[in-house]
Every structure is written in structure tokens, then in C-alpha cells.
């Protein structure tokens, strides 16, 4: 798939390359987003707004990177904007209990009670341990695609998925 | 990390506990390909949109300062000199300097000296304007 978007990139078809970038990529990115703004509303804005600045910047995009880690690491940076956005006026904690309360609410949310404290217990983490953790744990990830996305060293990447673990590991035992 | 293993390991966990509406991802897919039509792209002003444009200023340019050189008046600048004395003597001797009676007596023949008739009003007019309190009054009605 990466081939074949690339040979389009290279005759300038880009709406042929955007097209098949969407077809390939767009429910792998939505749930990517979901985990990190944990709403369905919110995840469909920050996801249309991914595909915009994918969108715009495909005429630049460089052959020699990968497609993959580079439509992740737009949708992270989405992803984080959106948080700090919606977060700005709250602190962390007020900000995670929140998310917390939404979740039980959430139509959208089909988890037993484990995955519930789970998701509540992500939502405490700051957003930057929140998308590590969810790359490593749900999406499996290695930490050289990790640190491609992030733009990071797998060294910080490790210490970060570490402590995550360990905070996770504290709020399961708290209850 | 012992405990954390037992989550770690936890199939139940790692499962997708989110939905979304239903017959989401099957619009998603057209919604998301659409934004490819409906973006105006956006230019931004510095950039010219080719180079059409930027060789015709130049071309404007260069036509404007090619007319302007050529037809500017080629005339030499002269430098100003300044003349001792002897210097002034010495062009007068040799004919270089004139003063305007000589230029006068050159320039108009006795021929045309001949038809030169000063009147009388000419006269009096001339003498009575070179009188000091005169001089005011005569610029003030002539409005000079």
C-alpha cells in the first residue's frame, strides 16, 4: 500500500493518493484518536481535521519516510492539541474525573466495569504517558515505530510506557 | 511490575470497549475523501503562482530604466572654477571674456543700431523710474 501511494505522490495524482490513504488508513487513525479524546464526537473532529492537514501536506510529503508513522504522528499531534485545547481551563485531576464521569454516561462505550477502570485509569495519565501507553498496549507497537511517530529516543519511550504502567498499577490497586 | 503483568496480560483488557453510531465507518470513508474537493488551496501572498509574473515586473522594470537612460539629457556636468584676478585679466587680454557692452557691439550691427529710435517719453520714463522713490511706485503698477 505504501508503494502504491507513492507512485502516485510521484505523477502528482495527490486526490488519487489522498483517496487511498483514506481507504487504507481511516479506521486504524479513528480509533487511534478515540482512545486518546475517549468521545466519538470529539474523535470524528479531530479525525476530519487529520485528514485535512494530511490532505495539505501530501504534496510534501518525503518517499524516503514511512506513511504509516507519518499519518500517526499527524493524528497524535491533533490529538494533543484537542486535549490542551479542551483542558485549558481545568487542572488535570478535575480534567481526568471529567473524562471519568463522560465515560459512564458514553452511549458509546460498551466496556464490563475492568474496562471501564481501565479507561478511567488512562485518563489520568498526562496526555504524552496516555499516547505512549495506548501505542504500546492496545495498538502493540514497537518503540522504534513508537520513537518515528513521537520523534523521540526508545530510551524515553520505555521510562515513559514504565511509569504509565506503574501508575496504572496503583490506581487498580487504590479501588 | 508483578501486578501490572496480570493487566498487561489481560486479553479481556486489551479488547476495544468503544463503539460508534451506527453505519459510521461506512460514510467515513466517502465524508473523509471529500475533503480533497471542498479545499480551496490556500496560496499564500509571497509566493507567485508562477514565474510568468515575476519576469514580467522585472521585464517592466528594465524597459523603464533602458527608456529612461536613453532618453535623459547627456549633458556634461561642469565643474565650477574659480578665477583669480590675474586669471580674469589674462582671459579678458586674449579675448576670452566679454562684458556685455562688447557682446552688444558685436552681436548688433550699426544697421540695426540705425533703426533703434529712443523717444523722448523713452527718456523720461527711464529717468524717472531710476529715481529711488519712484522705484517702489513703478513695481507696485506695473505689478512686476
Known amino acids: 500500500m505504501h508503494k502504491e501511494i507513492l507512485v502516485l505522490l510521484n505523477k502528482t495524482q495527490y486526490t488519487q493518493a489522498f483517496n487511498l490513504v483514506v481507504k487504507s488508513y481511516n479506521q486504524r487513525l479513528y480509533w487511534h484518536i478515540r482512545r486518546m479524546v475517549v468521545n466519538h464526537d470529539d474523535a470524528d473532529d479531530v479525525l476530519q481535521n487529520t485528514f485535512l492537514k494530511v490532505w495539505r501536506a501530501l504534496p510534501n510529503f518525503r518517499s524516503d519516510a514511512n506513511i504509516y508513522t507519518w499519518l500517526y504522528r499527524i493524528a497524535t499531534n491533533e490529538s494533543l492539541t484537542f486535549l490542551q485545547k479542551k483542558r485549558q481551563d481545568m487542572n488535570f485531576e478535575d480534567y481526568a474525573n471529567t473524562v471519568a464521569k463522560n465515560l459512564e454516561a458514553d452511549a458509546f462505550f460498551d466496556g464490563d466495569e475492568i474496562q471501564l477502570k481501565l479507561q478511567k485509569a488512562i485518563a489520568s495519565l498526562p496526555e504524552k504517558q496516555r499516547v505512549v501507553f495506548n501505542l504500546r498496549y492496545f495498538e502493540e507497537m514497537n518503540y522504534r515505530e513508537m520513537a518515528e511517530v513521537l520523534e523521540t529516543s526508545e530510551g524515553a519511550l520505555k521510562a515513559s510506557y514504565h511509569h504509565a504502567a506503574k501508575k496504572i498499577e496503583a490506581f487498580f490497586k487504590e479501588d | ?144
Open chain 2, 1 to 144: 511490575m508483578s501486578d501490572f503483568k496480570h493487566i498487561e496480560n489481560n486479553p479481556k483488557l486489551k479488547q476495544n470497549a468503544f463503539k460508534v453510531p451506527e453505519n459510521y465507518f461506512e460514510n467515513l470513508e466517502a465524508r473523509l475523501q471529500s475533503i480533497a474537493k471542498e479545499d480551496v488551496k490556500v496560496v499564500p501572498i509571497s509566493k507567485p503562482k508562477s514565474y510568468a509574473r515575476v519576469w514580467s515586473i522585472a521585464a517592466s522594470f528594465a524597459l523603464l530604466f533602458a527608456a529612461s537612460w536613453y532618453f535623459w539629457p547627456n549633458e556634461p556636468i561642469e565643474n565650477p572654477v574659480e578665477l583669480s584676478a590675474e586669471d580674469v585679466a589674462s582671459l579678458s587680454a586674449n579675448g576670452f571674456l566679454y562684458n556685455a557692452e562688447t557682446f552688444f557691439l558685436e552681436s548688433v550691427s550699426l544697421e540695426e543700431l540705425d533703426q533703434i529710435v529712443l523717444t523722448e517719453n523713452d527718456y523720461s520714463d527711464y529717468f524717472e523710474i531710476t529715481q529711488p522713490d519712484a522705484l517702489e511706485d513703478y513695481y507696485l503698477e506695473t505689478d512686476i
